[in-house]
């Protein structure tokens, strides 16, 4: 699970924050504290607007449509690799190269809402 600051500024975003319906297992941190904290059974401490959600892998996948624009896991890894292949250069320009989270973060953003991370925000 990726916990870098780059990670946090870009999970801080309305249209990634819309999102979170607070389920075991989830990972946040406090805008305030900065403290990181697992859901274990009921979610009862989260604060709409004061935590950042930290999607995972697997429900970032699941934010793209799990499969895809045809619905399959092979069209979703598909558009991950040409989304790769031609972003290269820009990503590591911005410093996305260095997790799984950071990179289907980056092509969910790219893919759903035609926003690029450049200069430490979403543009």
């Excluded at 499969?67 to 690799?81: E, F, M, S």
């Excluded at 250069?89 to 410093?95: L, R």
């Excluded at 989270?101 to 991370?117: I, R, V």
Aim: charged share 25%.
């Amino acid at each position: 699970m990726d916990i870098t600051e780059t990670y946090i500024k870009m999970s801080d975003h309305p249209l990634i924050q819309g999102q979170w319906e607070p389920r075991e297992g989830d990972v946040y941190i406090g805008k305030e504290s900065r403290f990181f904290s697992i859901y274990a059974g009921a979610c009862t401490d989260y604060i709409n607007g004061i935590d950042i959600w930290l999607p995972r892998q697997d429900q970032i996948q699941e934010m793209l449509g799990g499969g895809g624009k045809c619905g399959c896991t092979v069209c979703l890894v598909t558009g991950l690799y040409h989304f790769m292949e031609n972003n290269l250069e820009g990503m590591f320009e911005a410093g996305i190269e260095g997790t799984m989270e950071l990179l289907w973060l980056a092509f969910y953003m790219h893919e759903k809402h035609n926003l690029k991370w450049e200069d430490g925000k979403w543009q």
